[in-house]
């Protein structure tokens, strides 16, 4: 009997006792071509040996420092390397220990920069339906350290949500691209003016949707007009990059695909690429500075940030990243996956969409293809592909993400930026048998 409280309480996963490469082995010898970078987050595969001497090395000079004591050389050099690496004047790091961290992180540092912008009475956010930026926020509301609370009350416990721009799904037929960006731009607009501008802390976003809608990018223009909305209103642009950031996108921000400089960044995910738990907060320097020239301290804080061997094992990723061209790689293997996916499922009757950027892919499963009408909930054919992925050693991200309302049906895949191309044909493959197994018996 397992004594951890599983996701499925019924049935506890294998046990992964190695792995390497794109290969994760299990305790009864199993091995499983890993497509989804568990949740798109390996992208360097497992056991990358540069990445291991550097986190050897670094357990080998010191394993932890409190940040009410010290600095380490490890966290500084990374954040150097994010702040130089990343567009404009996002040039401050505050280093966290995974992606939800990172999103509270934001959250209340754009709060307190109104605070001390002598703006309290901006304490909402406008963000959007579908999207997935966390699972913590409750943990303050709840909480009960009342110093803590009392800064940011009232608690973040809801906020207005506008429409994401989900182009396959809710663009109208015969209306232009162009008019669907502009009218989600009206929408965001409306809801500013009707939460008051003055209210308004900032829009939140993901770059690129992951978990949500199966990675779904967005229209050309649309963050443009996000960033000249806000900058109209005066609200923060505050971008989660948790899954779609870290080159994962082909380049090292997805947003610079989209011609705009957020606020604020979230990262997670890939910047520690899975050997250590890692997220950070990039912020932009008049975010930084009014806290500066403020308080001169940001309230905020947790035992294990500017982990020393979580920030060795990210700028060892953020090395190899750079020293072997993956963004570049992630470009070419991103449009060969998408191009093989495309020949085994353009056509199939139950694939609606296949998209992506670089190596975030999301296939969308639809019961009819023509009226796009998603499939009954209760099938749960995310969950029944996956079963049958993991059958026959293959593992995809499972998604019953949102559609109408309602939870639908969306398969990730995010394989780690090494894959070569036998494997991306192994992975197409595998997922078609999978595919072949579950649809018809979820339907039967
Ligand atoms: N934001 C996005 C876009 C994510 O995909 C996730 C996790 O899936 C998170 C935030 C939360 O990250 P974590 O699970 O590391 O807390």
């Given at each position: 009997m397992s004594h951890i409280i599983h996701r499925n309480l019924h049935r506890p996963p294998p046990v992964a006792v190695r792995a390497a490469g794109l290969t994760v082995t299990d305790s009864a010898g199993r091995e499983y071509l890993d497509a989804s970078g568990g949740a798109a987050v390996s992208s360097l595969g497992h056991a990358h040996p540069d990445v291991l001497a550097a986190m050897h090395a670094q357990i080998d000079r010191n394993t932890y420092a409190h940040t009410a004591f010290f600095t380490c050389a490890a966290a500084e050099e990374l954040a150097a390397r994010l702040a130089a690496d990343a567009p404009g004047d996002l040039d401050h790091v505050y280093l966290v220990s995974g992606g939800s961290e990172a999103m509270e992180t934001a959250l209340k540092l754009a709060r307190q920069h109104w605070l001390e912008a002598g703006q309290p009475q901006r304490t909402t956010f406008i963000a959007r339906r579908q999207s997935y930026h966390g699972n913590t926020l409750g943990a303050l509301a709840v909480g009960g350290n009342e110093w803590r609370r009392a800064p940011f009350a009232p608690l973040l416990i809801d906020v207005p949500r506008v429409a994401p721009c989900y182009e396959y799904r809710e663009r109208a037929d015969g209306q232009s691209t162009e008019d669907y960006t502009a009218a989600l731009l009206q929408e965001l607009e409306q809801a500013i003016l009707a939460a008051g501008p003055e209210n308004v802390i900032g829009f939140v976003a993901e770059t690129v949707v992951g978990a949500?809608?199966?990675a779904v990018p967005p229209t050309p223009g649309y963050f443009r007009g996000v960033r000249r909305l806000c900058d109209q209103y005066g609200l923060l642009l505050i971008l989660?990059?948790?899954?779609?950031g870290m080159g994962r996108c082909g380049t090292l921000y997805a947003f610079e695909q989209e011609g705009v400089l957020p606020d604020l960044v979230v990262l997670g995910k890939g910047l520690g690429a899975g050997y250590q738990p890692i997220g950070a907060v990039l912020a932009r320097e008049h975010i930084v500075r009014r806290l500066r020239e403020g308080s001169?301290?940001?309230q905020h804080g947790h035992t294990y940030m500017g982990h020393p061997v979580a920030a060795a094992a990210a700028l060892a990723v953020q090395k190899v990243i750079q020293r072997d061209n993956l963004l570049g790689a992630v470009t070419v293997r991103g449009a060969a996956l998408r191009r093989l996916l495309r020949d085994a499922?353009?056509?199939?009757?139950?694939?609606?969409d296949i998209r992506g950027r670089g190596l975030l892919i999301g296939l969308e499963l639809v019961a009819?293809?023509?009226?796009?009408a998603p499939f009954d909930p209760a099938l749960r054919l995310h969950a029944r592909i996956k079963e049958a992925a993991m059958a026959r050693g293959l593992m995809v991200y499972p998604m019953g993400g949102t559609i109408d309302g309602k939870r639908g049906d969306h398969i990730l895949l995010a394989p780690p930026f090494i894959a070569s191309e036998a494997e991306l044909a192994e992975i197409t493959s595998r997922l078609t048998d999978a595919m072949t197994d579950a649809v018809p018996r979820a339907l039967a």
């Amino acid at each position: 009997m397992s004594h951890i409280i599983h996701r499925n309480l019924h049935r506890p996963p294998p046990v992964a006792v190695r792995a390497a490469g794109l290969t994760v082995t299990d305790s009864a010898g199993r091995e499983y071509l890993d497509a989804s970078g568990g949740a798109a987050v390996s992208s360097l595969g497992h056991a990358h040996p540069d990445v291991l001497a550097a986190m050897h090395a670094q357990i080998d000079r010191n394993t932890y420092a409190h940040t009410a004591f010290f600095t380490c050389a490890a966290a500084e050099e990374l954040a150097a390397r994010l702040a130089a690496d990343a567009p404009g004047d996002l040039d401050h790091v505050y280093l966290v220990s995974g992606g939800s961290e990172a999103m509270e992180t934001a959250l209340k540092l754009a709060r307190q920069h109104w605070l001390e912008a002598g703006q309290p009475q901006r304490t909402t956010f406008i963000a959007r339906r579908q999207s997935y930026h966390g699972n913590t926020l409750g943990a303050l509301a709840v909480g009960g350290n009342e110093w803590r609370r009392a800064p940011f009350a009232p608690l973040l416990i809801d906020v207005p949500r506008v429409a994401p721009c989900y182009e396959y799904r809710e663009r109208a037929d015969g209306q232009s691209t162009e008019d669907y960006t502009a009218a989600l731009l009206q929408e965001l607009e409306q809801a500013i003016l009707a939460a008051g501008p003055e209210n308004v802390i900032g829009f939140v976003a993901e770059t690129v949707v992951g978990a949500t809608a199966g990675a779904v990018p967005p229209t050309p223009g649309y963050f443009r007009g996000v960033r000249r909305l806000c900058d109209q209103y005066g609200l923060l642009l505050i971008l989660d990059e948790v899954m779609c950031g870290m080159g994962r996108c082909g380049t090292l921000y997805a947003f610079e695909q989209e011609g705009v400089l957020p606020d604020l960044v979230v990262l997670g995910k890939g910047l520690g690429a899975g050997y250590q738990p890692i997220g950070a907060v990039l912020a932009r320097e008049h975010i930084v500075r009014r806290l500066r020239e403020g308080s001169g301290a940001f309230q905020h804080g947790h035992t294990y940030m500017g982990h020393p061997v979580a920030a060795a094992a990210a700028l060892a990723v953020q090395k190899v990243i750079q020293r072997d061209n993956l963004l570049g790689a992630v470009t070419v293997r991103g449009a060969a996956l998408r191009r093989l996916l495309r020949d085994a499922f353009g056509q199939h009757p139950h694939v609606g969409d296949i998209r992506g950027r670089g190596l975030l892919i999301g296939l969308e499963l639809v019961a009819d293809r023509d009226s796009k009408a998603p499939f009954d909930p209760a099938l749960r054919l995310h969950a029944r592909i996956k079963e049958a992925a993991m059958a026959r050693g293959l593992m995809v991200y499972p998604m019953g993400g949102t559609i109408d309302g309602k939870r639908g049906d969306h398969i990730l895949l995010a394989p780690p930026f090494i894959a070569s191309e036998a494997e991306l044909a192994e992975i197409t493959s595998r997922l078609t048998d999978a595919m072949t197994d579950a649809v018809p018996r979820a339907l039967a």
